[in-house]
Nanobody, 123 residues
């Protein structure tokens, strides 16, 4: 599966953005999806994930209550709605996919990665 993330941009603190991750190829619904981010000078970190059916989701504590991950399997697209953005959310955001057959969980290894979309939150 090939992934393309888009929707990033410059936003003021307190604002919102919605990131999208479009997948190509078949069997999108057989993949768990995740969003990760990497801030300048920092390691990449997990942000959120959603199971293949959308029935389960997980978030890093720092975004709980502000970010929402979702997916539309018919459109082969996953989303990350980001509200109440903070300057510390500034990063390049990546979407990723893994086969659902390997089990759903935060420590799962993701095999497919998009190119990243940059989010900048000004104070």
């Amino acid at each position: 599966v090939q992934l393309q993330a888009f929707g990033g941009g410059l936003v003021q603190a307190g604002g919102s953005l919605r990131l999208s991750c479009a997948a190509s190829g078949r069997a999108f619904s057989s993949y768990d999806m995740g969003w990760f981010r990497q801030a300048p000078g920092k390691e990449r970190e997990f942000v959120a994930s959603i199971s293949w059916s959308g029935g389960s989701s997980d978030y890093v504590d720092s975004v709980k209550g502000r970010f929402t991950i979702s997916r539309e399997n018919v459109k082969k697209t996953a989303y990350l709605q980001m509200n109440s953005l903070k300057p510390e959310d500034t990063a390049v955001y990546y979407c990723a996919a893994k086969s659902a057959s390997t089990g759903y969980g935060r420590g799962s290894r993701y095999d497919y990665w998009g190119q990243g979309t940059e989010v900048t939150v000004s104070s």
